[in-house]
Protein backbone atom coordinates (compact mmCIF):
# COMPACT_ATOMS: atom_id res chain seq x y z
CA UNK A 1 0.00 0.00 0.00
CA UNK A 2 1.25 3.49 -0.64
CA UNK A 3 0.85 6.70 1.35
CA UNK A 4 -1.74 8.91 0.65
CA UNK A 5 -3.23 6.74 -1.83
CA UNK A 6 -7.15 6.67 -2.66
CA UNK A 7 -8.13 3.18 -1.60
CA UNK A 8 -10.07 2.03 1.24
CA UNK A 9 -7.57 0.17 3.87
CA UNK A 10 -7.93 -1.72 7.01
CA UNK A 11 -7.00 -0.21 10.55
CA UNK A 12 -4.55 -3.21 10.50
CA UNK A 13 -2.63 -2.45 7.17
CA UNK A 14 -2.34 1.16 8.20
CA UNK A 15 -0.28 -0.05 11.53
CA UNK A 16 1.93 -2.14 9.65
CA UNK A 17 3.18 0.13 7.21
CA UNK A 18 3.27 2.93 9.60
CA UNK A 19 6.70 2.69 9.99
CA UNK A 20 6.31 3.68 13.41
CA UNK A 21 7.03 1.87 17.00
CA UNK A 22 3.40 0.00 17.09
CA UNK A 23 2.52 2.41 20.47
CA UNK A 24 3.21 4.85 18.76
CA UNK A 25 1.12 4.34 15.37
CA UNK A 26 -1.74 3.12 17.51
CA UNK A 27 -1.93 6.49 19.64
CA UNK A 28 -2.01 8.78 16.35
CA UNK A 29 -4.39 6.58 14.59
CA UNK A 30 -6.43 6.63 17.14
CA UNK A 31 -6.25 10.43 17.44
CA UNK A 32 -6.76 11.00 13.73
CA UNK A 33 -9.78 8.77 14.08
CA UNK A 34 -11.31 10.37 17.29
CA UNK A 35 -11.44 6.93 19.42
CA UNK A 36 -9.75 5.28 21.97
CA UNK A 37 -7.19 3.43 21.42
CA UNK A 38 -8.77 -0.03 23.30
CA UNK A 39 -11.81 0.86 20.38
CA UNK A 40 -8.91 1.47 17.83
CA UNK A 41 -7.17 -2.23 18.90
CA UNK A 42 -10.94 -3.92 19.02
CA UNK A 43 -11.49 -3.24 15.66
CA UNK A 44 -8.21 -3.49 13.66
CA UNK A 45 -10.30 -5.57 10.92
CA UNK A 46 -12.04 -2.64 9.84
CA UNK A 47 -12.10 -0.57 6.46
CA UNK A 48 -11.54 3.07 6.50
CA UNK A 49 -12.31 5.19 3.76
CA UNK A 50 -9.40 7.29 1.91
CA UNK A 51 -10.34 10.64 3.74
CA UNK A 52 -9.68 8.99 7.29
CA UNK A 53 -7.19 6.81 6.25
CA UNK A 54 -5.37 10.05 4.79
CA UNK A 55 -6.08 11.79 8.31
CA UNK A 56 -4.02 9.23 10.09
CA UNK A 57 -1.49 8.96 6.76
CA UNK A 58 -0.75 12.48 7.11
CA UNK A 59 0.22 11.65 11.39
CA UNK A 60 2.09 9.12 10.83
CA UNK A 61 4.49 11.10 8.34
CA UNK A 62 4.66 13.81 10.34
CA UNK A 63 5.95 11.51 13.02
CA UNK A 64 8.66 9.58 10.84
CA UNK A 65 9.84 13.28 9.76
CA UNK A 66 10.40 13.81 14.14
CA UNK A 67 7.32 15.79 15.35
CA UNK A 68 6.91 14.80 18.99
CA UNK A 69 3.91 12.54 19.58
CA UNK A 70 2.66 14.60 22.24
CA UNK A 71 2.39 17.93 19.89
CA UNK A 72 0.89 15.76 17.14
CA UNK A 73 -2.01 14.61 19.32
CA UNK A 74 -1.97 17.59 21.68
CA UNK A 75 -2.16 15.31 24.86
CA UNK A 76 0.64 14.03 27.58
CA UNK A 77 0.07 12.02 30.24
CA UNK A 78 1.38 13.20 33.40
CA UNK A 79 0.67 11.83 37.56
CA UNK A 80 -2.42 10.15 36.32
CA UNK A 81 -3.80 13.62 34.43
CA UNK A 82 -3.85 14.03 30.31
CA UNK A 83 -2.54 17.41 30.13
CA UNK A 84 -2.69 19.62 27.15
CA UNK A 85 0.49 20.00 25.39
CA UNK A 86 1.65 22.89 22.52
CA UNK A 87 4.68 23.46 21.01
CA UNK A 88 5.28 26.51 22.88
CA UNK A 89 5.51 24.11 26.33
CA UNK A 90 7.84 21.15 27.38
CA UNK A 91 6.46 18.19 27.25
CA UNK A 92 6.19 16.35 30.38
CA UNK A 93 8.41 13.77 31.05
CA UNK A 94 7.49 10.72 33.64
CA UNK A 95 10.89 12.07 35.49
CA UNK A 96 9.67 15.03 36.75
CA UNK A 97 6.89 12.99 38.77
CA UNK A 98 9.45 12.97 41.33
CA UNK A 99 9.62 16.71 42.22
CA UNK A 100 5.12 16.29 42.84
CA UNK A 101 6.33 12.85 44.73
CA UNK A 102 9.30 15.02 47.28
CA UNK A 103 6.90 17.82 46.98
CA UNK A 104 3.64 16.05 48.68
CA UNK A 105 5.96 14.42 51.17
CA UNK A 106 6.89 17.98 52.45
CA UNK A 107 3.44 19.90 52.71
CA UNK A 108 1.75 19.23 56.07
CA UNK A 109 -1.57 17.65 55.76
CA UNK A 110 -0.49 17.93 52.20
CA UNK A 111 -2.00 21.73 53.08
CA UNK A 112 0.14 25.07 52.54
CA UNK A 113 1.82 27.38 50.04
CA UNK A 114 3.61 26.03 47.18
CA UNK A 115 5.18 27.90 44.19
CA UNK A 116 6.20 26.41 40.92
CA UNK A 117 9.10 28.46 39.06
CA UNK A 118 9.07 28.00 35.31
CA UNK A 119 5.74 25.98 35.55
CA UNK A 120 5.38 25.03 31.30
CA UNK A 121 2.56 23.10 30.58
CA UNK A 122 2.00 23.88 34.35
CA UNK A 123 1.90 19.92 35.14
CA UNK A 124 3.79 20.50 38.28
CA UNK A 125 1.55 22.97 40.03
CA UNK A 126 -1.78 21.33 38.52
CA UNK A 127 -0.65 17.79 39.44
CA UNK A 128 -0.01 19.11 43.41
CA UNK A 129 -3.02 21.17 43.10
CA UNK A 130 -5.41 17.97 42.02
CA UNK A 131 -3.31 15.43 44.50
CA UNK A 132 -3.48 18.40 47.52
CA UNK A 133 -6.49 20.69 47.01
CA UNK A 134 -5.73 21.93 50.40
CA UNK A 135 -2.70 23.30 49.44
CA UNK A 136 -1.99 27.10 47.78
CA UNK A 137 -0.45 26.99 44.45
CA UNK A 138 1.32 29.46 42.60
CA UNK A 139 3.08 29.21 39.56
CA UNK A 140 4.97 31.61 37.60
CA UNK A 141 6.36 31.46 33.52
CA UNK A 142 8.03 33.73 31.48
CA UNK A 143 6.02 33.13 28.62
CA UNK A 144 2.34 34.45 27.92
CA UNK A 145 1.82 31.40 25.71
CA UNK A 146 2.84 28.60 28.09
CA UNK A 147 0.50 30.13 30.82
CA UNK A 148 -2.58 29.60 28.53
CA UNK A 149 -1.84 25.91 28.39
CA UNK A 150 -1.28 25.95 32.05
CA UNK A 151 -4.11 28.00 32.77
CA UNK A 152 -6.64 25.46 30.12
CA UNK A 153 -4.88 22.56 32.19
CA UNK A 154 -5.38 23.83 35.60
CA UNK A 155 -9.61 24.67 34.33
CA UNK A 156 -9.50 20.64 32.79
CA UNK A 157 -9.20 19.62 36.32
CA UNK A 158 -10.48 22.35 38.62
CA UNK A 159 -7.34 22.90 39.62
CA UNK A 160 -6.90 25.99 42.20
CA UNK A 161 -3.78 27.68 41.07
CA UNK A 162 -2.50 31.07 40.59
CA UNK A 163 -0.78 31.80 37.37
CA UNK A 164 1.77 35.03 37.20
CA UNK A 165 3.68 36.23 34.12
CA UNK A 166 6.99 36.62 35.20
CA UNK A 167 10.88 35.58 35.71
CA UNK A 168 11.45 33.69 38.43
CA UNK A 169 10.71 35.29 41.70
CA UNK A 170 9.42 39.00 39.88
CA UNK A 171 6.26 39.85 41.50
CA UNK A 172 6.83 37.94 44.64
CA UNK A 173 7.89 40.33 46.77
CA UNK A 174 7.24 39.89 50.69
CA UNK A 175 5.32 36.06 49.87
CA UNK A 176 6.80 32.88 51.30
CA UNK A 177 6.30 29.30 50.49
CA UNK A 178 6.06 25.78 52.48
CA UNK A 179 7.82 24.69 49.19
CA UNK A 180 9.08 25.68 46.26
CA UNK A 181 9.40 23.56 42.96
CA UNK A 182 10.86 24.42 39.65
CA UNK A 183 11.49 22.06 36.37
CA UNK A 184 13.60 24.66 35.07
CA UNK A 185 15.85 24.92 31.94
CA UNK A 186 19.31 22.81 32.08
CA UNK A 187 20.97 21.65 29.44
CA UNK A 188 24.12 23.04 28.55
CA UNK A 189 24.14 25.45 25.16
CA UNK A 190 25.26 23.50 22.47
CA UNK A 191 24.77 19.87 24.03
CA UNK A 192 24.30 17.70 20.78
CA UNK A 193 21.02 16.32 22.95
CA UNK A 194 19.36 19.52 21.49
CA UNK A 195 19.31 18.08 18.22
CA UNK A 196 18.48 14.75 18.95
CA UNK A 197 14.58 13.47 19.12
CA UNK A 198 11.68 15.71 20.68
CA UNK A 199 14.61 18.30 22.01
CA UNK A 200 14.61 19.77 18.08
CA UNK A 201 10.72 20.73 18.33
CA UNK A 202 10.48 21.89 21.66
CA UNK A 203 11.15 25.22 23.35
CA UNK A 204 14.67 26.50 23.46
CA UNK A 205 14.23 29.00 26.46
CA UNK A 206 12.61 25.89 28.40
CA UNK A 207 15.22 23.96 28.04
CA UNK A 208 18.62 25.42 27.41
CA UNK A 209 20.42 27.26 31.18
CA UNK A 210 23.25 28.94 29.94
CA UNK A 211 26.86 28.08 28.92
CA UNK A 212 26.61 25.30 31.47
CA UNK A 213 23.18 24.24 31.68
CA UNK A 214 23.15 26.11 35.52
CA UNK A 215 22.49 29.43 34.86
CA UNK A 216 18.30 29.50 35.87
CA UNK A 217 19.29 27.15 38.68
CA UNK A 218 21.53 29.68 39.92
CA UNK A 219 18.89 32.08 39.59
CA UNK A 220 16.71 29.58 42.13
CA UNK A 221 18.82 28.60 44.67
CA UNK A 222 20.37 32.23 45.31
CA UNK A 223 16.66 33.64 45.29
CA UNK A 224 14.37 30.98 46.67
CA UNK A 225 15.70 31.17 50.24
CA UNK A 226 13.74 34.53 50.62
CA UNK A 227 10.35 33.22 49.32
CA UNK A 228 10.88 30.24 51.75
CA UNK A 229 9.30 29.85 55.61
CA UNK A 230 11.75 28.39 58.10
CA UNK A 231 12.26 25.07 57.21
CA UNK A 232 10.50 25.38 53.87
CA UNK A 233 12.23 22.85 51.01
CA UNK A 234 13.28 24.47 47.42
CA UNK A 235 12.93 20.90 45.43
CA UNK A 236 14.29 20.83 41.60
CA UNK A 237 15.10 18.73 38.63
CA UNK A 238 18.48 18.76 36.82
CA UNK A 239 20.77 17.17 34.28
CA UNK A 240 21.66 13.80 34.90
CA UNK A 241 25.26 14.91 35.92
CA UNK A 242 24.62 18.23 37.40
CA UNK A 243 23.42 16.73 40.86
CA UNK A 244 27.28 17.32 42.94
CA UNK A 245 27.52 21.41 41.44
CA UNK A 246 23.48 21.50 42.47
CA UNK A 247 24.28 20.23 45.61
CA UNK A 248 27.84 22.47 45.89
CA UNK A 249 25.42 25.47 45.26
CA UNK A 250 22.81 24.34 47.96
CA UNK A 251 25.45 24.26 50.44
CA UNK A 252 26.61 27.73 49.46
CA UNK A 253 23.32 29.45 50.07
CA UNK A 254 23.16 27.88 53.75
CA UNK A 255 20.77 25.07 52.77
CA UNK A 256 20.00 22.08 55.23
CA UNK A 257 19.18 18.91 54.70
CA UNK A 258 20.58 18.84 50.99
CA UNK A 259 19.74 15.47 49.18
CA UNK A 260 19.49 14.23 45.74
CA UNK A 261 16.48 11.73 44.28
CA UNK A 262 16.99 9.04 41.75
CA UNK A 263 13.99 8.78 39.18
CA UNK A 264 12.20 4.98 38.40
CA UNK A 265 15.58 4.34 35.94
CA UNK A 266 17.75 5.21 38.78
CA UNK A 267 19.20 8.21 37.13
CA UNK A 268 19.47 11.21 39.87
CA UNK A 269 17.25 13.66 38.70
CA UNK A 270 16.08 16.03 41.54
CA UNK A 271 18.02 18.07 44.67
CA UNK A 272 16.90 20.14 46.90
CA UNK A 273 17.29 21.61 50.54
CA UNK A 274 15.52 23.19 53.46
CA UNK A 275 15.72 26.81 54.23
CA UNK A 276 17.50 27.20 57.70
Known amino acids: MGWGG ?9 LSASGLPAIEAEVLAAHALGIPRARLLADVGRTLGPEASRRVERLFLRRRAGEPVAYLTGEREFYGLALRVTPDVLIPRPETELVVELALARLPNRAGRVLDLGTGSGAIAVALA ?6 ELVAIDASAAALEVARENARRYGASVRFMPG ?3 AGLAGERFDVIVSNPPYVALGDAHLQEGDLRFEPEEALVGGVDGLEAIRAIVAGAAAHLVPGGWLLFEHGYDQAGRC ?14 WPDLAGIVRVSGGRAA
Open 247 to 260: KSLLAMYGYAEIAS
Open 6 to 14: SMSVTIASL
Open 130 to 135: HAAPDA
Open 167 to 169: DWF
